[in-house]
């Protein structure tokens, strides 16, 4: 059973809703679009750094969106229902069917017919929506003036609450050191939440969810690594108020401190830096955070390159809309024109433009030579432009895995001569310690080597 | 970093973790640095560059007590390429059970590919699975050590260099084609293994047994494993041998107690045994443990019958699972002859639930009659279906079945069904036993009945039609 535009109108959860999808029909907005029997697929490039994943049954209406909208169904949807509509041969006849939605099919269930119309049907146009927003009058003048002061009111006021907010770390950290980090280990939950409310009502945002995630991150770790983990973090701290305060406008160090650009900042700053490169999925970590967001990062590596060039796509979306599926799947590779924010050591990027999915015929970079005898010299590197940094993406020569006394796994690189190893995180799939890993990609935060991807004799491995 | 501010930094995290002003604990170096900030600023600035210090200047150091496992062999079939991972593994997540996970596994193995170690690996105690995962079994069995060995022919003076796994196929090649080579070297080697390995080795014995292994089995009834004590015990009465010690003896007369003789026919008055019918639970239990300890040429020997007579009169239909239980008395101890025997009389009543029980004992002719019966028998018998382990994958084609009884019923349980009222069955059989042309068949079949192309249910359907597409 194929969409009508009937239908569609029926089931739009309101005229806002057709409106924003009708904007969204435009094949252009669409990385892929898939169909077979009566399921339809496709992803959808929104506001967020990942993509958008839509499935919609035309033989029951069901539908899902990877979307963090409360919109039942979303405008990615609805647009997708819509572009079936109108276009339907827009959609590529697929020969399989995605994971990602198989695994939607596999946990849905069925209401056993089309669902009821809306209440507010009646206040629904198709029509309407697809004229568009018609209001062009322009702006007055004065108004934009006044729009602008005060726009630029509310920046300095921002600035002078977190210049306050920042006295306030400060004084805080000083006291932990004074108190003594042993008690602040034992309380870490009660203390940091109290600075980060005060970060927060200073409109420090962003440093006052990296407070409340400290003691999750020492919970992660044995005891006897907690003080210098935290002595770490907290120099980190220290450092990045110190450098907010002498440029308080940088963009690198506001989106440490308070908030970060729109997407729409990122893409019209035209310093911002573009790299268009065949990119491979390398993983995803999604978390859910203290402050109600869930944070979704997916790690790219570019291919071919003569070194390792990473990029980190980053959505929040808040835990209360759900559970939301991969955006992308690990391995899969893809052409695409990446802006990165603004900074130091560019990493968090958007998508600007990408091509289908492409075939794995190309190798990884080669890991930096001197990662043999330091494998935590990219480290180190970052480090010493962006002290402040978290999380190191890095490419790992070739190495093997292996466990210690207390079931702790690290890794080391073959031919190693200085006894480095780096302990990993989590726990990988034991066959993994029997696998000598050709090259291995994983994030080193201090502590841990957090295992992405790594090459082997047996492909590639996903962890 | 110097040793002086090696241990300066030492002494400054000592202090702040009890509590306290650490400037004066400061490197020389870093205490310059912070001189000409404020006396409030100096202890944070000290700590920023500790922080630092210990992100930049160190390296985690390997443990002296790091372990390597040896490197995981690669097997003999090639892994299975990145395109059917994921179908395999959705596969792999709809099967319920590890038993129905290795049946995943054996499809593949069965169309020449291995898993990848990522998505499945047989546990070091699944002795059932395909032979070309025995250097797997061996890898995880063992904790570390050097794995890669040079495996010579299997002799009394190489057992030891081959691991478990490994061993026990090679003795299980060669049992097949030189059973005394076999015998020899479990008399040799098989007492200084561990009781389940011994168990699972002497199993090997019910390859081509013969009167030349009766000493050797008669030698085990002083075993010290109650297992392997049973287990020889069955093998002896496989080839005729009846049981010796007075127990066995008790056990059978006890057994025989359960069932009652009778003649029947007007003419020929032909003689049967008939189960006795069961008063009490304690009744039922105590003669389902008599069938598991008993020996069917004992039980035979107390009508004074042989045990083909004793299978020709015993009369099918009994009470309780007494069918099912006398057919796994008769898998386990019978010999070949009367398996068959059983197997036939079964087949023709269509009691499949107990000719389940007879498989392993079955040739592959018999094994498809079992299959063929099921499909021809209807819904009711696709778990029994589902649970049959031994039937070969992938051999029946698009007409065997989707012409049976049971497919018709599965495929008219979907068509013309709401999702609210259809019933959608487990398939795993069919994907299982299916050609890679017929799954595909199968999936076209069941999706144009109303089943949705990516119902669950499909998977192995699905997986076993993409191992087709691969080849073809």
Not at chain 2, 413 to 422: F, K, N
Request: net charge neutral; with cysteine; glycine share 8%.
């Amino acid at each position: 059973m194929a969409f009508d535009l009937k239908t569609i109108e029926a089931l739009a959860p309101d005229q806002a809703s057709l409106s924003s999808a009708s904007k969204l029909t435009k094949r252009s907005n669409w990385v892929r679009l898939e169909m077979r029997d009566a399921m339809l697929w496709g992803e959808c490039q929104g506001s967020g750094a990942n993509p958008y994943r839509v499935v919609v049954d035309a033989g029951d209406q069901g539908y899902t969106c990877t979307c963090p909208s409360r919109k039942f169904p979303c405008k990615h949807s609805l647009a997708l229902m819509w572009i079936s509509a109108t276009a339907p041969t827009e959609f590529a006849p697929s020969d399989q069917i995605p994971e990602w939605v198989n695994d939607w099919l596999g946990r849905r269930r069925k209401n056993g017919g089309a669902p009821a119309p809306t209440a507010g049907s009646a206040v629904k146009n198709i029509g309407e929506a697809e004229v568009g927003e018609v209001d062009g009058s322009a702006e007055d003048p004065a108004a934009a003036e006044r729009r602008e002061a005060a726009q630029r009111k509310r920046a300095e006021e921002t600035k002078a609450s977190i210049v306050v907010g920042l006295e306030e770390l400060d004084q805080w950290i000083a006291d932990q050191l004074r108190l003594g980090l042993s008690s602040f280990i034992d309380a870490s939950g009660e203390r940091c939440r109290r600075i980060a409310a005060r970060l927060v009502d200073a409109k420090a945002t962003a440093l006052a969810s990296r407070l409340d995630e400290l003691p999750g991150l020492l919970l992660t770790l044995r005891s006897e690594e907690r003080p210098e983990a935290l002595i770490r973090e907290l120099g980190k701290l220290v450092l990045l108020v110190r450098a907010w305060r002498a440029a308080p406008d940088d963009p690198e160090l506001k989106r440490f401190v308070s908030s970060s650009e729109t997407r729409e900042q990122i893409l019209t700053d035209a310093t911002a830096l573009r790299i268009t490169a065949t990119w491979e999925v390398l993983g995803e970590r999604i978390e859910t955070r203290k402050d109600g967001l869930v944070s979704h990062a997916t790690w790219l590596m570019a291919m071919g390159g003569l070194e390792p060039r990473f990029a980190l796509l980053q959505d929040y979306y808040p835990a209360s809309a759900g559970r939301r599926s991969q955006a992308f799947s690990a391995g899969e590779r893809f052409d695409a024109n990446l802006a990165f924010y603004p900074a130091r050591q560019p990493l968090r990027a958007l998508v600007v433009e990408r091509n289908n999915t492409v075939a794995l015929d190309t190798s990884w970079p080669a890991a930096a030579p001197e990662s043999v005898s330091d494998p935590l010299a990219a480290h180190i590197v970052r480090q010493d432009a962006a002290p402040w940094s978290g999380a190191t993406p890095i490419l790992l020569p070739a190495g093997s895995l292996a466990r210690d006394d207390r079931g702790t796994l690290w890794w080391q690189a073959d031919g190693d001569v200085n006894n480095i190893a780096l302990p990993v995180a989590g726990n990988p799939p034991e066959p993994v310690l029997g696998i000598p890993l050709e090259a291995s990609v994983g994030l080193w935060d201090g502590a841990r080597f957090d295992l992405l991807a790594a090459r082997s004799a047996f492909g590639r491995l996903d962890f | 970093m110097n040793e002086s501010e090696r241990s300066g930094l030492s002494n400054m995290r000592d202090c702040w973790i009890t509590g306290g002003a650490a400037a004066n604990l400061a490197p020389a170096g870093w205490k310059e640095i912070v001189a000409a900030a404020p006396p409030p600023d100096r202890e944070r600035l000290l700590l920023a560059i500790a922080g630092q210090a210990l992100d930049v200047a160190f390296r985690p150091v390997a443990p002296k007590t790091l372990v390597r496992r040896p490197a995981l062999p690669r097997l003999a079939l090639p892994a299975l390429p990145e395109g059917l991972r994921p179908p395999f593994r959705v596969a792999l997540r709809q099967a319920s059970d590890a038993r129905g996970r290795m049946r995943v596994a054996r499809l593949a193995a069965a169309r020449g590919f291995v898993a990848h170690p990522f998505d499945w690996m047989p546990t070091a105690s699944d002795l059932e699975a395909p032979p070309v995962y025995a250097p797997w079994l061996d890898w995880q069995a063992q904790g570390g050590g050097k794995i890669e060995r040079v495996l010579d022919e299997l002799k009394a003076e190489s057992w030891d260099d081959f691991y478990p796994a490994a061993r026990r196929i090679a003795l299980a090649d060669i049992r097949r084609s030189d059973p005394a080579k076999a015998r020899a070297l479990l008399e040799a080697k098989a007492g200084g293994e561990a009781a389940e390995a011994r168990l699972a080795l002497i199993a090997l014995l019910r390859v081509n047994p013969s009167a030349a292994d009766v000493p050797y089995l008669q030698s085990l009834s002083g075993d010290r494993s109650g297992k392997v004590k049973q287990l020889a015990a069955r093998l002896l009465a496989r080839i005729g041998q009846a049981a010796t010690d007075g127990e066995a003896s008790a056990d059978a007369t006890e057994l025989a107690g359960f069932i009652e003789q009778a003649r029947t026919g007007l003419v020929r008055r032909r003689i049967i045994y008939m189960p006795r019918e069961l008063k009490s639970q304690e009744q039922m239990q105590r003669r389902a443990e008599l069938f598991d300890n008993c020996q069917l040429i004992d039980l035979a020997a107390r009508f004074g019958v042989g045990e083909e007579d004793f299978i020709a009169g015993w009369q099918l239909g009994g009470k309780d699972g007494a069918d099912g239980a006398f057919a796994a008395m008769v898998a386990a101890s019978g010999g070949d002859a009367a398996v068959a025997r059983l197997a036939e009389r079964l087949l023709a009543v269509s009691d499949l639930g107990a000719l389940l029980r007879l498989l392993p004992r079955l040739d592959e002719t018999a094994r498809r009659s079992f299959t063929k019966t099921a499909l021809a028998g209807g819904i009711a018998l696709l778990p029994l279906l589902n649970a049959a382990d031994e039937i070969e994958a992938g051999m029946l084609d698009q007409d065997e079945l989707t012409g049976s009884r049971l497919y018709q019923e599965v495929r008219a349980a979907i068509v013309g069904r709401t999702e609210t009222d259809r019933r959608v069955f487990d398939l795993a059989a069919f994907g299982f036993l299916a050609t890679a042309s017929a799954a595909d068949a199968i999936v076209t079949d069941l999706t144009a009945a109303g089943l949705a192309s990516a119902d669950p249910s499909l998977a192995l359907l699905r997986f076993n039609a993409a191992l087709g597409n691969l080849k073809s």
